[in-house]
């Protein structure tokens, strides 16, 4: 867990995508996002990760619990991982994604699409120090 001030997490990041290629090769976009969700969460186990699934993070306004929201993965309790299995990554599933991860107490997020035609992710880095300002 390693942050060098160049790249946040950059062993885990490498090991998340390398994981992913991994399920990719096996299965293509050909599967349902849980079958997806289940091999990637074998191969980052064999690479000695821990997975926390479904995990519920609760949402606040002004110190009030407005909402919950349940990202797909959390790996090793410090990035947060969402998956998809459609066509494309959409500009609304970027959005979502980006206010889930600035709701979130974590720094760094994957979008992570396995789309019929190609792996797509989208790896993103919230500061959280940026809040303050």
């Known amino acids: 867990m ?3 001030g160049k790249f946040l997490y950059k062993k885990e990041s490498f090991d998340i995508i390398d994981a992913c290629q991994e399920v990719w090769k096996e299965f293509g976009g050909s599967f349902k996002e849980k079958i997806i969700d289940r091999a990637l969460e074998i191969a980052l ?3 000695g990760y821990k997975i926390e699934s479904q995990k519920r993070i609760d949402i606040y306004f002004k110190d009030q619990k407005v909402g919950i929201y ?3 993965k959390i790996i090793n309790g410090i990035i947060l991982l969402e ?3 459609k066509p494309f990554i959409t500009r609304e ?3 979502q994604f980006w206010h889930y ?3 979130s107490p974590y720094k760094l997020g994957f979008l992570i699409n396995f789309s019929p035609k190609k792996l797509e992710f989208r790896r993103r880095v919230y500061d959280m120090a940026r809040k303050a300002q």
Do not use: G, Q, S
């Open 2 to 4: 390693e942050d060098n």
């Open 93 to 95: 599933d970027e959005k």
């Open 45 to 47: 186990k064999e690479k």
């Open 101 to 103: 991860l600035k709701a």
């Open 83 to 85: 998956l998809k299995c």
């Open 70 to 72: 349940i990202p797909d």
